[in-house]
């Protein structure tokens, strides 16, 4: 029988390094190329917010332009569906008389329960989950996943011990080639028009991608990783690689082989050993997630722990909007919500911020970091909040950072701030909160 598959990308935007399409060429007589933008994901969630805010969206375009156009050299083309992907794939499978699924491996619960679904209403059908999104795949963990250590050095020291990261694959030659395609409710990608924002410095796809990571391991910088990592602002403090790996315009494993190229030519030391020290911490967040199913959204959090938090309108607004009393925390703010990025310090000193200074529940900043940041990735992102509220996979009672101290030493002329204008519009806030209510037994 012909083998008449689906391939339903999400995370995964990429030619380099996709074992997918390498199945799909061994395997397959003919290939439907999909992705859904999913209406769901533009509409208001539980938090008042949207899943996929404007730079992200923008930023998400931009992948799928590069992905279309670098499936066409190999004869292929991707349908891009505004759709319920349930609703959907359905239909798709009637059309063209599917018979093998194709998608990534996913730790999001919401994903996964698509996938369960739609699994047990075609039990007749080949569904194949491929991990694409990480340094190792499921059966290369020395561990069970219901065994996945809850620390991240229990983790890491268990991994550095027992695997090691293979090579990328190679693109296919070519892919076995689309059926004709008779329905007509896709987006031409190719013809959506873009606009420009000059303050994202960043351009999606996979081309964009590759260029950055030969930039990046062309320069001296990966042998000074580790002593500027932690600044604020500055293009090459850090890699820069995670909007491109959230997407999947950019496989880990890739990012690898590049690493240990550099160390073998040019130089290795301990900042070269530190960003596979972070591309380990990711690969923490993903195990992590799926190890923990639903408990990742949990206000509780993974240890069940009930904090004092709650929803203030007014000061989740003056936090999102950047005007709150602490001038850095603004700074960090505007910067997110006109790039859709933001160093890894200044995520923790924001997220210390709502937790501490305003009491507020973590999930709203989750979700509203959801919505901004280009590089969001629902492992790394609400793996991070858990850990700051103290709820997550850290055994301390809670990460909190001194705002002043912090100003003092990663803004000590106070230029980011000043830039940012985090010192205009600072608001006092309202003075309710749990303390005011007599039944906490302290008024
Ligand atoms: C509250 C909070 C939310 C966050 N949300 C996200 C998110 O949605 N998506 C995301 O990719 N990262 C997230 N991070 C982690 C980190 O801030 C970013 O990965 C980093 O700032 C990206 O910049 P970079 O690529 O230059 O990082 P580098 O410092 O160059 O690190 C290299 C790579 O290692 C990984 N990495 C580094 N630090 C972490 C970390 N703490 N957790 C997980 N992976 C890490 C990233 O993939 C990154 O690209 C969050 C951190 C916090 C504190």
């Known amino acids: 029988m012909a083998v008449k598959s689906l391939y339903w990308f999400t995370n995964d935007l990429r030619l380099h390094d996709n074992p997918i399409l390498y199945q799909a060429y061994e395997h397959c007589d003919s290939l439907l190329c999909v992705y859904f933008m999913e209406p769901q994901k533009q509409q208001f969630n539980r938090y008042q917010l949207v899943s996929v ?3 992200r969206h923008r930023f998400l375009l931009q992948a799928l332009q590069a992905l279309q156009s670098n499936l066409a050299t190999l004869g292929q083309r991707l349908l891009v569906m505004q759709a319920d992907p349930m609703l959907s794939i359905p239909v798709l499978i009637e059309q063209y008389g599917i018979n093998l699924i194709y998608r990534s491996r996913h730790c999001g619960w919401y994903e996964q329960q698509q996938w ?40 890491r020291k268990q991994i550095e011990q027992n695997v090691t990261v293979s090579s990328p694959l190679f693109v296919p030659d070519y892919l076995p080639p689309q059926p004709n395609v008779f329905c007509s409710d896709y987006l031409d990608i190719r013809h959506v028009h873009i606009s420009d924002n000059d303050q994202v410095e960043w351009h999606g796809g996979e081309n964009a991608a590759l260029m950055h990571l030969k930039q990046y391991f ?10 500027t990592r932690n600044a604020i602002e500055g293009w090459d403090n850090s890699t820069k690689f995670s909007p491109w790996l959230a997407c999947g315009a950019l496989s880990a494993k890739m990012i690898m082989a590049t690493l240990l190229d550099y160390e073998k030519y040019k130089e290795k030391n301990s900042s070269t050993y530190w960003i596979f020290f972070e591309l380990l ?7 992590h997630a799926h190890a923990v199913g639903r408990d990742l959204y949990r206000f509780s959090g993974v240890q069940n722990k009930r904090l004092l938090n709650s929803f203030y309108p007014t000061r989740f607004k003056q936090w999102c909007e950047g005007s709150t009393p602490y001038p850095i925390v603004n700074a960090f703010m ?15 000193i924001v997220a210390s911020c709502l937790v501490n200074e305003l009491s507020v529940d973590w999930r709203y900043g989750a979700a509203y970091f959801e919505q901004q940041l280009i590089d969001h990735d629902v492992a790394a992102n609400w793996g991070n909040w858990q850990y700051i509220a103290g709820v997550g996979t850290d055994s301390r009672e809670k990460r909190w950072f001194d705002l002043e101290k912090q100003t003092r030493l990663f803004d000590p002329n106070q230029h980011f701030i000043r ?4 010192d205009e519009n600072l608001n006092a806030l309202d003075s309710v909160n749990i303390d005011d209510w007599p039944m906490s037994g302290r008024g």
């Open 281 to 287: 911490w990711r690969e923490f967040f993903q195990w």
């Open 218 to 227: 062309s320069s001296s910088l990966p042998s000074n990783y580790k002593e």
């Open 334 to 348: 505007k910067q997110l919500n006109q790039t859709g990025y933001m160093s890894n310090r200044g995520r923790q």
């Open 419 to 422: 830039y940012w204008r985090g």
């Open 53 to 55: 805010g404007e730079i």
């Open 116 to 155: 369960r679904y739609l699994k047990q209403c075609y039990p007749h059908l080949r569904f194949v989950e491929v991990d694409t999104h990480t340094l190792y795949s499921r059966d290369q963990l020395p561990f069970p996943i219901s065994d996945m250590p809850k620390s991240y050095s229990k983790f």
